[in-house]
């Protein structure tokens, strides 16, 4: 077992904490906050509550998400914008996902595009990277539930900034099962990168206004 328990994580999300792998620099431990999870859970409406907790495991999600069969075709293209998901493991804290942990050439943990975007704004070479991450979504196939900036990290590769999705791999079950249709799995992911290209505008914009309203609006004709 992997004690966790004098470690603080260098990141947080809603479900889950990061932490650096105490036994491997490169790797990230991704372990569930079950308070979190108790609470989500109970807001479920009665009949989702029938489909039991698993349904909202983000451990569980990930690893299923990285079964798709897009990724399996894409070879090794698959990792250009995706850390590789290894065995899971036990901690203090429970069960966590294992992946590759994306570094700076410093040994940093990259920052988040939302960091990026709040700190410098949308400039041109962080618009080359965003271009370079949708062309590899539609290249690829691979599905992802919607592009948000805290969920991509942004390092340098080659002497230019790159995106790597870290969280949000994966599509509901339904476009999951219609993925099987190249014109609806291509509609879907230019959906995904349409709303992403909205998202990152809201955002490098200073978050004026929510982003309910802002999304509404920049859909509307």
Not at 9 to 30: E, M, Q, S, T
Not at 91 to 113: K, M, Y
Request: aromatic share 10%; net charge positive; hydrophobic share 35%.
């Amino acid at each position: 077992m992997i004690d966790l328990s004098q470690l603080a994580p260098f990141a947080a999300g809603f479900n889950r904490y990061c932490y650096v792998h105490p036994d491997d620099p490169r790797r990230c431990l991704k372990v569930l906050r079950p308070e979190n999870i108790d609470a989500r859970y109970a807001r479920q409406a009665w009949y989702k509550k029938l489909l039991g907790k698993q349904r909202i495991n983000d451990n569980r999600q990930e690893w299923l998400a990285y079964q798709q069969p897009a990724l399996k075709h894409a070879g090794d293209e698959a990792w250009r914008h995706l850390p590789k998901l290894y065995p899971s493991v036990v901690t203090s804290l429970g069960e966590a996902n294992v992946s590759d942990l994306i570094l700076e050439a410093d040994g940093r943990p990259g920052q988040t595009l939302e960091q990026y975007l709040k700190e410098r704004g949308q400039t041109a070479a962080i618009d080359g990277a965003v271009a370079r991450f949708c062309d590899w979504l539609r290249e690829t196939g691979v599905l992802t539930r919607n592009l948000l900036p805290h969920n991509l990290v942004v390092v340098t590769r080659d002497d230019q900034p790159e995106l790597f999705l870290v969280d949000g791999l994966g599509a509901p079950s339904v476009p999951n099962a219609l993925a099987r249709l190249p014109a609806y799995r291509d509609r879907y992911i230019d959906r995904k990168i349409t709303r992403f290209h909205q998202r990152i505008a809201w955002e490098a914009g200073g978050r004026s206004g929510s982003w309910e309203d802002a999304s509404r609006i920049r859909r509307s004709p």
